[in-house]
């Protein structure tokens, strides 16, 4: 099993910073990727930022200069780094991971349990 702890949200005011983990655990061969997405109340699950094994990011339009993904391969851990933080950005974000299990070399794609940003105005 591959699993994902994340940890990092709370409540900021606008304008404040916060940074969120992601911490993956289990039977990994290899990550390829691994991202961030956020659900706002009554809004669809959407894009925030991923990250490849290589280092390659992407950034939602909404976000860009102000968040910034990183990644600690050593540590299977990724990161948000959140800047300028607005009202809007309030949602539950989830970490998710793509790789291949060690041993059995199978793809996995897993989902963190969600961590609450809440930005006040």
């Known amino acids: 099993q591959v699993q994902l702890v994340e940890s990092g949200g709370g409540l900021v005011q606008r304008g404040g910073s916060l940074r969120l983990s992601c911490a993956a655990s289990?039977?990994?061969?290899?990550?390829?990727?691994q991202g961030w997405y956020r659900q706002a109340p009554g809004k669809q699950r959407e894009l925030v930022a991923t990250?490849?094994?290589?280092?390659?990011?992407n950034y939602t339009d909404s976000v860009k200069g102000r968040f910034t993904i990183s990644r600690d391969n050593a540590k299977n851990t990724v990161y948000l780094q959140m800047n300028s933080l607005k009202p809007e950005d309030t949602a539950v974000y989830y970490c998710?991971?793509?790789?291949?299990?060690?041993?059995?070399?199978?793809?996995?794609?897993?989902w963190g349990q969600g961590t609450l940003v809440t930005v006040s105005s």
């Open positions: 998710n991971a793509a790789g291949r299990r060690s041993l059995s070399f199978r793809y996995f794609e897993v």
């Open positions: 990250i490849t094994s290589g280092g390659n990011t």
């Open positions: 289990g039977s990994i061969s290899s990550i390829y990727a």
